[in-house]
């Protein structure tokens, strides 16, 4: 019996032994065979240098791994590109997905023309509470939930910090800076890697980093479009999209006074691609059917001001004063403003420089109406500033494309006065009612939180209306 025993045992573990192994060779081949089934159903695409920056930039000398625009008093700026997975995807791939991006453009359309004539406020009423300030809220609603729906953006990797890839956070400039550092850093859902999957494409320079590091303080601008020149270069020769259209779906974005004229570096930039600028002057080329305002937000410090922060005493502060503004005497318009009411009329303060022991919030808190005339450039902070101050913008400017007018009523929450009237401007705000002021105020709360930078961004707040303003410029252009 234990010799049986024993036997058995040992044919057991025989037969256990050979087992095992012919089910490793099994399964070894079975994963074989399905991995190579996923490698060609899928097309699966490996990365071959996914850390690994490669400099492939000419400059237009000839010297290889150089920009030719750089300044004396910084360190030569070079130029990388990463490779990437897109490189490795097969051409009807790349075809399929600019198609379903065309497609989903022309859903989009039809989905926000159909809202258009929907006048059921409730399918909007907790997103866009005041219907008023809005020129069509269903149609604006619509859109923002589709742009949430299927937006992409594709930054490009090009270029170091700090002349790309990064921007002024503390400054008058900050919406430049805060924007790309949005783009570039935080993970927004607005960003893809993949760029047949855009439907933009960024160009992420800094105008206000070009000025502070290649500009030498001669006036002139050519070491800035030089670079911008090369920039667009280099990403059109490492990628098919900018020469698919001609760069009409590509954007730039610049809150500096030389944005439009640093955009002059490359004629389709100029003419065709979309411009998100903070000096938005029609009479300077600027093109509100595809270039976007953007909000001059001053944000020294990082943050608004507290006297401008949201609470319940600013909305109660007293208005003793009609009207205000203080500032330096440039530009077309404010010598006119300064020359009729500059300290004339006790009830609308008007100062040339605010004398040091005044403080400038403290009066737009105390105002009814701010002054908001253009200076050298269109643009000037003072609009947001008076949003923030509950004070309502009296706007003085000529050719200035406000920002968000496709979506805004920019009357129910300001005045426009020509320039030719800054000599009634007493009898014209004086002719406004009480009741009519109190709606405007009112509106001027609702609209405040548009034009605020939040960190990390809320909806419909100052970021992501500006992408807003870029997803209906794309919605208008159909690329065959």
């Not at 809220?137 to 594709?154: G, I």
Request: glycine share 4%.
């Amino acid at each position: 019996m234990d010799k049986f025993q024993s036997k058995f045992t040992r044919f057991g573990f025989i037969s256990i032994c050979f087992g095992s192994i012919a089910l490793v060779l099994l399964i070894s081949h079975c994963s074989t065979s399905f991995f190579d089934y996923s490698f060609q159903k899928f097309k699966f695409s490996f990365p071959e240098e996914t850390e690994l920056r490669r400099n492939v930039y000419t400059s237009s000398s000839g010297e290889e791994n150089r920009v030719v625009v750089d300044s004396r008093h910084v360190s030569q700026q070079i130029l990388t590109v990463r490779s990437t997975n897109s490189t490795l995807q097969s051409k009807p791939e790349k075809l399929n997905r600019r198609n379903l991006v065309e497609q989903g453009l022309a859903k989009a359309r039809a989905s926000i023309l159909e809202a258009s004539s929907n006048v059921n406020t409730t399918l909007f009423k907790s997103d866009l509470p005041n219907s008023e300030i809005y020129r069509n809220p269903s149609a604006l609603y619509r859109s923002y939930l589709e742009m949430e729906k299927r937006f992409k953006v594709y930054v490009y990797e090009e270029g170091e910090p700090p002349l790309v890839h990064d921007g002024p956070c503390k400054s008058v400039y900050a919406v430049e800076g805060r924007f790309i550092t949005e783009m570039e850093k935080r993970r927004t859902k607005f960003r893809t890697y993949d760029p047949n999957q855009a439907y933009v494409y960024f160009l992420p320079f800094s105008v206000t980093w070009l000025v502070r590091y290649l500009y030498e303080g001669n006036s002139d601008a050519k070491p800035l479009k030089t670079f911008v020149s090369d920039y667009i270069r280099l990403v059109s020769t490492n990628h098919p999209f900018w020469n698919r259209t001609n760069g009409a779906d590509h954007f730039m974005l610049a809150c500096h006074d030389w944005g439009p004229l640093t955009s002059q570096a490359n004629r389709d930039l100029f003419n065709t691609s979309i411009r998100v600028m903070c000096n938005a002057n029609s009479s300077e080329g600027f093109n509100p059917t595809k270039d976007v305002t953007l909000p001059e937000i001053k944000l020294y410090g990082g943050e608004v001001d507290h006297k401008l922060r949201l609470s319940k005493t600013l909305s109660a502060s007293p208005r003793p004063y009609l009207g205000f503004f203080a500032g330096g005497v440039h530009g077309p318009v404010r010598p006119i403003l300064l020359k009729h009411w500059k300290q004339r009329d006790l009830d609308m303060p008007v100062y040339e420089y605010l004398p040091k022991h005044l403080n400038y919030y403290d009066f737009m808190r105390s105002s009814k109406f701010c002054f908001c005339p253009s200076g050298y450039e269109v643009a000037s902070p003072r609009v947001i500033e008076a949003i923030y101050s509950e004070c309502i913008p009296v706007i003085l400017s000529v050719n200035f494309v406000l920002p968000f007018t496709d979506v805004l009523r920019w009357e129910t929450f300001s005045v426009l006065v020509d320039v030719s009237e800054i000599p009634r401007l007493k009898e014209i705000l004086m002719s406004i009612s009480d009741e009519k002021y109190q709606w405007l105020k009112s509106n001027l709360r609702y609209v405040r939180r548009h034009f605020e930078l939040n960190d990390p961004p809320q909806r419909f707040d100052a970021f992501h209306l500006t992408l807003h303003s870029i997803w209906l410029r794309r919605l208008n252009l159909k690329l065959t």
